[in-house]
């Protein structure tokens, strides 16, 4: 996980007093937070791309599998996929900057959010005129994302051992898991 998760869950656990129900309380919270950035604007997604607002948000958010997993398992995926949602939303609206600070927090959650800014550097590219137009917005993205990246590593003061740390998951190797034995 990234600073900003272990951050947030460090909070939790210091505000909590290290109780239990609190605690899950708290973690519940956040994942909360992330659903209500899902509401806000899956159904502003879902404009940008064609799709009934009110399907997409009983198929994406209020259904009993994302409420579920996401809010009473306390999970981190919540945040991670308001934050990629409100993210990319920006960006379709036209406001990159705030688009890529969002989507660089959702990278500081959890990794697999960095996929996200792929997406960023072709659609910044377009409204860019002149030459090596997508190698640059590749630069611009990398740069904000970069600087958001270093600062919240700093000031959470967990430094870049989570980068590291991001292969642990690989190690694993559960026998039980159809997955892992194909």
Do not use: E
């Not at 579920?68 to 991670?80: E, K, T, Y």
């Not at 996929?115 to 137009?133: I, S």
């Not at 993205?141 to 642990?168: C, D, K, P, R």
């Amino acid at each position: 996980y990234g600073p900003a998760f272990l951050q947030l869950a460090r909070w939790v656990v210091d505000l909590s007093g290290d109780q239990t129900v609190p605690t899950v309380l708290g973690m519940r919270l956040i994942a909360l937070v992330g659903v209500v950035l899902l509401v806000r604007y899956v159904p502003r997604l879902a404009a940008h791309c064609g799709v009934p607002a009110d399907r997409a948000l009983w198929l994406a958010v209020l259904n009993p599998l994302v409420l579920f997993h996401f809010v009473s398992g306390a999970h981190n995926d919540a945040l991670l996929m308001g934050l990629v949602v409100a993210g990319l939303v920006l960006v379709l609206d036209r406001r990159v900057l705030p688009g890529v600070l969002l989507l660089s927090l959702a990278l500081l959650v959890k990794a697999p959010a960095a996929l996200a800014l792929v997406f960023v550097v072709p659609f910044w590219a377009q409204r860019m005129t002149g030459r090596w137009r997508l190698a640059r917005a590749a630069v611009g993205v990398g740069a904000v994302s970069a600087a958001v990246v270093g600062l919240v590593s700093w000031a959470t003061g967990l430094g870049y051992g989570w980068i590291g740390a991001l292969n642990t998951p690989g190690t694993v190797r559960n026998w039980l898991s159809g997955t892992t034995l194909a």
